[in-house]
T-cell receptor, first 109, second 113 residues
């Protein structure tokens, strides 16, 4: 069965510092990977997906199949980036998402 | 608001009672999903519909849980004989056919006393 691991429950950085939120997955095939974000008092929303290979709000994520990782990065954190971040996976041809347990990012002024 | 809506937002019930939650997806989305989220965890998949057909069910979905989407529009999730372990946030999401970008609702928080 597939599994998504986010090893850090909390990541605290200062404004302007680089951010890397770690995500590792276990699945033998070629999954689709996503990052979802939940800002305070808002609903869960998609931040980015690996097949789009785009940068959203300055965030990027690269799928590393050798290391089975999909880490989320941003070179300069902003206070408005403070939120809960979830990494998620879907198997080929399937729609169900398997989520990690989430990492809370706290950007201090 | 044209996003996914869920009703009620909060439900407190006593152990053994039945509860039903409703989800209204984004109108042009054919696919609808139910997830459950407990404190400190990410959402866990429960079930998924394409139009009115229930295509996938998680092993988490015990026989006390049933979901329907009778006309391919709104969906209901019923929990019979609730247990304290059912206390969680129940999330609904919808997506268009062409992409697996799931749009989430605000959730229904269930507390079983």
């Amino acid at each position: 069965a597939q599994r998504v691991t986010q090893p850090e429950k909390l990541l605290s950085v200062f404004k302007g510092a680089p951010v890397e939120l770690k995500c590792n997955y276990s699945y033998s095939g070629s999954p689709e990977l996503f990052w979802y974000v939940q800002y305070s008092r808002q609903r869960l929303q998609l931040l980015l997906r690996h097949i789009s290979r785009e940068s959203i709000k300055g965030f990027t994520a690269d799928l590393n199949k050798g290391e089975t990782s999909f880490h989320l990065k941003k070179p300069f954190a902003q206070e408005e980036d403070s939120a809960m971040y979830y990494c998620a996976l879907s198997r080929p041809g399937r729609r169900a998402l398997t989520f990690g347990s989430g990492t809370r990012l706290q950007v201090q002024p | 608001d044209t996003g996914v809506s869920q009703d009620p937002r909060h439900k407190i019930t006593k152990r053994g009672q039945n509860v039903t939650f409703r989800c209204d997806p984004i109108s042009e989305h054919n696919r609808l999903y139910w997830y459950r989220q407990t404190l400190g965890q990410g959402p866990e998949f429960l079930t998924y519909f394409q139009n009115e057909a229930q295509l996938e069910k998680s092993r988490l979905l015990s026989d006390r849980f049933s979901a329907e989407r009778p006309k391919g529009s709104f969906s209901t999730l019923e929990i019979q004989r609730t247990e304290q372990g059912d206390s969680a946030m129940y999330l609904c999401a919808s997506s268009p056919d062409r992409a697996n970008e799931q749009f989430f609702g605000p959730g229904t928080r269930l507390t079983v006393l």
